[in-house]
């Protein structure tokens, strides 16, 4: 049977018919269980999301689109099984249109990634154990003049055999300027020494099979604003034309800018021993500045923020959600963001827990766990096969007691997939 989506799905219009994708899936080599549950779960999504749905979000742009549908990989179709059955264990929950709502008809692409946020970590605490009882709960929260005044958090989660009940406020974590202006700093410096200057070299054209080129390295030490950086730019590239033309190597050192050394095409030797010499490894050939403490101040900043969400008389959870492009779970010391967030969680003894989870893929299959005195630094494969690392820091402070079965159940949320 063909697998081939191209034999299905012929002209633009193909994509915003739900059969189509019921179709495709009919005709792959999946087996009668997987596909049944394909199926069930395409139609359940075009009776929630609505017919016009696709249409709608190849319009608009719509992220989903790709996500769950027009990606043909196996993962996807997991995803998108996920994200239906997570809707419709959600569908009887109080104030569940509010957040389908965020999702079938976003006003921008921020409330989107929100309410998907919102679904995942709900769908989280139901597999778990706990009923999702509310979502945008209200409550009352005493401001620091300590007037009561009305907020709504995220979710009202209730333990299905204990009954206790827990607030839980969910936030997404963006880039921060500072990270974009580093990604930017280092992609125009890549492109202007890597992608111009090496691999575009007029020497390396002549003979594809056996390229002459130079053999450029780099440390970048802080994010450059556009007008310097474009005048670095000019710099680099009077360096490479520089280089090319007398054969000798040669560099641009701007202290606690950058650092750029340049080896001709005979003497690459030259260039490895001034990047070892500064410890930047050898196929290293651009290194970027450091994010960390810009993005572990970032996070307890938001944190303090989020916690204005949660009342004092019930226990609360904050679940942090960094967004794709957001790095911290990735460049930071796990140990050094647990004290952090532990930190901030002391100073609020209605706080139970903080989480901070990041989903991406990487193609590896392992999960792992490790304790941090009372924090735990997990890496998880999903049963859509999304790899995941969560930190969850434990609040040794809260002043609300629970029973140990919600709190295996609150641990199990994030460390299940």
């Known amino acids: ?19 189509k994708y019921i179709q495709r899936w009919n005709k792959s080599e999946l087996g009668d269980a997987d596909r049944r549950r394909t199926n069930d779960s395409l139609r359940y999504l075009r009776s929630t999301l609505g017919n016009g749905y696709l249409r709608r979000a190849d319009r608009e742009r719509n992220p989903m689109l790709f996500w769950y549908f027009t990606n043909w990989s196996d993962g996807a179709r997991l995803s998108m099984i996920r994200f239906a059955e997570a809707l419709r264990a959600l569908e009887g929950s109080i104030g569940y249109k509010a957040i389908l709502k965020r999702v079938r008809r976003p006003k ?4 989107l990634l929100e309410g998907r946020s919102v679904v995942e970590v709900a769908y989280r605490f139901f597999r778990a154990g706990f009923s999702i009882e509310e979502f945008e709960p209200r409550v009352s929260v005493l401001d620091h003049h300590g007037v009561d005044g009305p907020k709504k958090p995220d979710i009202k989660i209730v333990d299905r055999e204990t009954g206790e009940e827990i607030i839980v406020e969910v936030s997404r974590m963006n880039s921060s300027d500072h990270q974009n202006l580093i990604d930017r700093t280092y992609e125009v410096i890549w492109h202007v020494l890597v992608h111009e200057g090496m691999h575009s070299d007029p020497e390396a054209l002549k003979n594809i099979l056996s390229p002459r080129y130079i053999l450029p390295y780099a440390r970048i030490h802080r994010g450059i604003e556009e007008d310097e950086l474009k005048d670095i730019v000019e710099q680099l590239r009077a360096l490479v034309a520089q280089v090319r033309a007398s054969g000798k190597f040669d560099q641009l050192i701007i202290p606690g800018t950058i650092e750029v050394g340049i080896a001709s095409y005979d003497d690459h030797d030259r260039a490895v021993e001034w990047a070892t010499s500064r410890g930047i490894r050898e196929h290293d050939l651009v290194e970027g500045p450091n994010l960390l403490t810009d993005e572990i101040g970032r996070a307890k900043g938001k944190l303090r923020d989020k916690l204005k969400q949660l009342p004092d008389d019930r226990p609360g959870i904050v679940v942090l959600t960094p967004s794709i492009e957001n790095v911290i779970l990735f460049v930071s010391d796990f140990v050094q963001l647990a004290a952090a967030l532990e930190e901030v969680a002391g100073e609020h003894p209605k706080l139970q827990r903080v989480v901070m989870f990041h989903t991406f893929d990487d193609g590896k299959d392992e999960s792992w766990s490790v304790n941090v005195g009372p ?43």
């Open 375 to 417: 924090h735990t630094f997990t890496r998880l494969v999903r049963s859509d096969g999304a790899a995941e690392r969560s930190l969850t820091v434990r609040n040794q402070a809260c002043k609300h007691p629970m029973a140990t079965d919600t709190l295996k159940k609150l641990d199990a949320a994030f460390a299940t997939g």
């Open 108 to 111: 921008n692409l921020e409330e």
């Open 1 to 19: 049977m063909s697998s081939k989506p191209h034999e299905i799905f012929v002209n633009e219009e193909d994509r915003w018919d739900w059969d």
